[in-house]
């Protein structure tokens, strides 16, 4: 596989090859996979052997019609079916949204999921890109997502939570105050495709109030719950007339029959289910303590069942998951292809404690050799994009998808600055191409046992925002330039001038932050998990709590 990885990776259209592709190139066996970001707990085993002892029917018959199967899926999360639409993953779903729905722009803050950008553009919309900003740790900032949307006159708006690459995460008062702002835009798109394995929030989810109202959709994803994601199912959920609309475009049988063996079995496994999300939780903050403790690797807060990482100075993400691959056979998912991100960040999948000991180890040997010593070479700028289509490459590259001119450029660039903030001294001295062989040889850092702590200025607790109410008119005036007072949030303090560029070599991660304090709450202490008083009892539309 060595002489073949990096072709691998630039033959395929996806950001990754896919498991099948890697499988056949190596032993016949698959690398321990931190890339594609699915439930490591479920299904079980025993739900494994059930589908095995059925295959045969399974493969060989037509599905129930999608209706069938809708309705029993509307059951067990307890939804009026009117409300809700099911399709062959997300991505069927998104691409039917834009082309039902988006009339002539989209908003999107970026980096995100790439399909939110890519799909608009390949279909001749204008998508207006909001970016992120790492000097904030890829906090959204609501009120001025908000200001950007008047400002560009922009019919869709889209939010990601949690946010794929960096498991950002907004509460529900949050969301439904930006909702009603935004009410008389064509749509607003919430896309909660990770949210069960969020725990800052009992109920988090907006599906509740999206069904009244008139241009509110929540998409949710069935394949990364479930550790599922070759069936390909997932499901939308808006009033009766948006749902409809998108229904009556599906295909009768666009649902498979593995798809549906899943929906209906599961009423059986809910409690199996809901331990493997609290699983998740306990997993992601274990591995972001241990991530921790490589020097120079800043680690972001996330509430998604992945991690967000910087790779020390010094350090190209290409490299890194090439040798990770072929020497450690272990997959990352490199973000180089993520608009308003670079090849300087990975996003690594949440697994078991064994998996991720593997990894640190791995990124120990790559990054720094058997003595954290120097990183590997910094090879390229990392700046590159690529979606796989060449018409999409193109817009992004010179006018953001016919937007704002030069925004994708400075989204993506000086990523390694904080999004334009000169890096300091200290830092500049820090960061030659080979990071000096200063750290001497040692075990590996021991951190205390994860414990609360207050998050560092850089993540503050936020009062919830408040936005401007709806225009009355069809076409709204232009946004002020500036918000009014009631409409402002606290601004984020400021870093201090030492940590403002990237994290210097030999620091665990960025402003100190240590595995307790990277809860992915951005300052607010996680709210204590639920358990369900029944074994059979099921998650809510919310994906916690009990439905009876």
């Not at 099911?86 to 991505?91: A, K, L």
């Not at 490589?294 to 993400?317: C, D």
């Not at 000169?422 to 994860?450: D, E, G, L, T, V």
């Not at 609360?452 to 069809?474: C, E």
Request: charged share 15%; proline share 10%.
């Amino acid at each position: 596989m060595a002489d073949n990885v990096t072709s691998l990776f630039r033959s395929t259209a996806a950001h990754s090859p896919s498991m099948a592709a890697l499988t056949r190139e190596g032993d016949g066996s698959g690398p321990v996979d931190f890339c594609i970001p699915c439930n490591p707990y479920f299904p079980t085993p025993a739900m494994f052997e059930d589908m095995a002892a059925r295959l045969r029917d399974i493969i060989t018959y037509y599905p129930s019609s999608a209706d069938t199967i809708t309705g029993e899926l509307c059951n067990l999360l307890q939804l009026p079916p009117q409300c809700v639409a099911m399709g062959n993953g997300s991505t069927e779903l998104i691409t039917w949204i834009d082309h039902l729905l988006v009339r002539e722009s989209l908003a999107v803050p970026v980096p995100t999921f790439g399909r939110w950008t890519d799909q608009p553009m390949e279909t001749g919309k204008r998508v207006d890109m909001f970016p992120l900003q790492e000097s904030n740790g890829f906090v959204l900032d609501l009120a001025q997502y908000a200001e950007f949307i008047r400002k560009r006159g922009t019919r869709v708006a889209v939010i990601c939570n949690p946010n794929n690459p960096d498991g950002g995460f907004l509460h529900k008062q949050q969301l439904v105050q930006f909702m009603d702002a935004m009410a008389d835009l064509d749509l607003v798109v919430i896309d909660e495709s990770f949210l069960e394995f969020a725990d800052a929030e009992v109920e988090p989810s907006v599906v509740q109030e999206a069904m009244l109202r008139p241009n509110v959709v929540v998409l949710r994803s069935l394949g990364k719950n479930f550790g599922l994601h070759g069936i390909r199912f997932g499901y939308l959920v808006a009033n009766p007339s948006l749902a409809g609309k998108v229904r009556s475009m599906l295909p009768k049988w666009n649902l498979n029959s593995f798809a549906e063996h899943v929906v209906f079995m599961l009423k059986e496994h809910g409690a199996e289910y809901m331990q493997s999300l609290q699983q998740v939780r306990r997993d992601r903050l274990d591995m972001a303590g241990q991530l921790a403790t490589l020097p120079g690797l800043t680690v972001y807060p996330s509430q998604g069942n992945f991690l967000f990482v910087r790779l020390p100075v010094g350090a190209e993400g290409t490299v890194v998951r090439d040798r990770m691959l072929t020497e450690h056979r272990i997959l990352v998912r490199e973000c180089g292809n993520k608009v308003g991100s670079s090849s300087r960040f990975l996003r690594l999948v949440v697994r078991p404690q064994v998996d991720v000991r593997r990894l640190v180890t791995g990124l120990e040997q790559v990054l720094y050799g058997t003595r954290r010593g120097a990183a590997v070479p910094e090879l390229a700028t990392g700046t590159g994009y690529s979606s796989g289509t060449a018409a999409v490459d193109r817009l992004v590259g010179a006018t953001n998808g016919a937007g704002m001119p030069g925004l994708a450029a400075q989204a993506m660039a000086g990523q390694s600055m904080g999004a334009g903030t000169p890096m300091p001294a200290a830092a500049q001295a820090a960061a030659p191409q080979q990071m000096p062989q200063q750290i001497p040889q040692q075990a590996p850092q021991q951190i205390p046992a994860p414990v609360p702590q207050p998050v560092p200025a850089q993540f503050p607790q936020q009062a919830p925002q408040q936005f401007p109410q709806p225009m009355a008119a069809p076409a709204p005036a232009p946004y002020p330039a500036q918000l009014p007072a009631a409409a402002q949030m606290p601004a984020p303090a400021p870093a201090p001038a030492a940590m403002a560029g990237p994290t210097p070599p030999g620091v665990p991660a960025r402003g100190g932050l240590t595995a307790a304090q990277v809860r992915g709450t951005n300052g607010l202490s996680p709210a204590p998990a639920t358990g369900w008083p029944q074994a059979q009892s099921w998650p809510n539309a919310a994906g916690m709590g009990q439905t009876g």
